[in-house]
């Protein structure tokens, strides 16, 4: 079942995409801003060649259509999920790993996300509802920084595969998190309040620490501390569904920033 059928979008003529249809002219004449294309079905095109502020606003008034804070309007809200479902199924089909019901657990999150969304203040509809429904997948499936600050317990588990060379590790190394680990969390910090960082980098870099750390990994050769070792990358890579060499990719780049942040200021040093 996609996320699209778990919404009721996936009929054009029916369900919520077919009550989202008939109300959109209503909405168009309340709402000049959305009046841009004569049928819902015609904007995603319109998104895609608009310019990003002008595609951004007609997102931001159906995220106040569809807000309690709003109109609390629940068809517009199907509007709105209907319009980020190419993120929504990305997602899905790259988080599939995790569980059988991932289409079912990004609906819900996707949902949750739109109803909540901040209109009044928050721009980038788009980029921050994906965003935001992806961190809330991982924190209800116990994967990452979002999953350890809601529980901390059970996100210190990390899915492996039966022959993964981490439960040999694992076995022998029964230790809370190291210093270094613990440090490295503050630098983050530092670099998050600063924007060196955005929250996705700081959840990767943890995830990539705590797994290296539970392994023992120290080194690789590329000056990362063992953040972007195969076996490492590996695990992560499994844990998120994308392949090794983006979760190498990412960790780089953010390091690197964070070296150059490091090299430009001094950051105070950990009670």
Excluded: Y
Aim: net charge negative.
């Amino acid at each position: 079942m996609s996320v699209a059928t778990q919404l009721g979008l996936a009929d054009p003529e029916g369900g919520l995409l077919g009550q989202a249809r008939t109300m959109w002219p209503t909405w168009c004449a309340h709402n000049p801003c959305l009046n841009v294309v004569d049928d819902l079905l015609d904007l995603p095109p319109w998104l895609r060649a608009a310019d990003p502020e002008a595609g951004d606003s007609v997102l931001r008034r159906l995220a106040e259509l569809a807000s309690p804070t709003g109109s609390d309007d629940v068809v517009a809200a199907g509007a709105l999920a209907w319009l980020l479902l190419p993120g929504a199924c990305l997602m899905a089909h790259r988080l599939r790993s995790l569980t059988s019901r991932i289409d079912e657990v990004v609906a819900a999150q996707l949902w949750l996300e739109i109803r909540s969304f901040p209109w009044q203040r928050q721009r980038k509809v788009a980029a921050n509802i994906v965003m935001n429904t992806r961190r809330g997948v991982l924190r209800e499936l116990g994967v990452g920084q979002s999953a350890r600050e809601a529980d901390p317990t059970w996100a210190r588990s990390l899915q492996c595969e039966p022959d993964s060379p981490v439960w040999a590790v694992m076995e022998s190394r029964q230790e809370p998190q190291s210093r270094s680990a613990a440090e490295l969390a503050d630098v983050l910090a530092w670099a998050l309040e600063r924007s060196v960082i955005d929250e996705t980098d700081r959840d990767l870099l943890l995830t990539l620490a705590e797994v290296a750390d539970r392994a023992g990994v120290s080194h690789n050769g590329r000056g990362r501390s063992g953040l972007c070792s195969h076996t490492v990358a590996t695990t992560v890579a499994s844990l998120l569904g994308v392949s090794p060499i983006t979760i190498r990719r990412r960790a780089t780049a953010s390091l690197s920033a964070l070296a150059e942040a490091v090299a430009a200021a001094e950051i105070p040093a950990s009670a």
